[in-house]
């Protein structure tokens, strides 16, 4: 390789070794912050599923408790052990007894009410029914999801599914749905009418609308949903936090990388370099002519004649005189 080619070669890597760094610098800045943002929404996701498994796993036992009693239906005994179970477990608001999804007393009221539960939206894989409904013996229009066996049913408030808070100190919301009907169980703050209809055909797990981040997990076995979101002003505040981490380390590489190149450049442009590659090409032709001394007849000096065509095109020539060692000659 000549040295013309191996300059050109250097210089086109001098300019990638300036570019290059800082590049990959943003780009990793960026990642880092969208990796860090994304895992703080995923973790409050995961918050909210651990408090539903927690809510679902209290109804559970609250139901097993009411159905292991044995007194009579909606008598005193059953009633106190009803109001029994809504007093000692934190999520229960109220224990009913259903007959053809009809209330017949429950642990607030000891007569029947003129009510009916029904079909369950969901039906869990133990075999437990759950709605989401409004249906109350109180006369409020209220929605409260409800878990049931075969007779008893819990009534729980939707808030102590998303009674979490955020580790950090962004403002993330959060939204509980239902994917068999698509119905609204619990949202911590309102939702437009055209993002929740993109909430809910969502197929991928990231979507980015007017500045706000919104990530969705399915639960299939519960026939839920979660979608976090938060606004974009986090992401932007984590990227500068890690554009000063990694712009300056992209920068010092650039800079470094440059200095060792211009180094090799300097090298590749010298005298010794051009009339090597010059001697290598033939584009000098070197003649050796003795000079004879007139008195001894020995040669004690060479005349070296360089002759070859400059870059112009106009032939040159440098004579350099060295002498020889003293022997015959």
Partial sequence: MT???????????????????VILSIWLATQQAKEQFYSELDNFSVRVLA??????????????????HTATTCSPEHLLTMRRIAYTHRYI????????????CSSLEEHQVSVTFPA??????????????????????HKMTAMGSEHHVVMIDPVSFIDVIPLGHEEIHTLLFGTKRDQIIISSKPLSAAVWEKIKHLDAETLTLDSTVYRLHRIPELGLAIATWSSTVPLQNKLHQQLML?????????????????????RLRSPRNGMLDAL??????????????????????????????????????????FRLPNKPG
Avoid: C
Avoid at 280 to 305: D, E, T
């Fill in 51 to 68: 408090r539903v498994q927690q809510v679902a796993d209290q109804a559970r036992e609250a139901l097993k408790e009411a159905d292991a």
């Fill in 246 to 266: 990694w712009l300056p380390i992209g920068l010092f590489t650039s800079l470094l990388a440059s200095f060792l190149l211009l180094r090799l450049l300097r």
């Fill in 120 to 141: 369950p939206d969901h039906l869990t894989a133990d075999g437990y029914r759950t709605w989401l409904t409004s249906v109350s013996d109180l006369g409020l229009k």
């Fill in 280 to 321: 290598n090409s033939h584009a000098i032709q070197v003649y050796y002519q003795p000079i004879i001394s007139l008195q001894s007849g020995r040669s004690s000096v060479r005349r070296r004649l360089l002759a070859g065509g400059s870059p112009m095109g106009v032939s040159y020539r440098r004579i350099f005189l």
């Fill in 3 to 21: 040295t013309r080619h191996q300059v050109s070669l250097v210089t086109g890597v001098l300019i990638l070794a300036i570019i290059l760094p």
């Fill in 93 to 104: 608001q109220e224990v009913l007894w259903l007959r053809e999804g009809i209330p017949q």
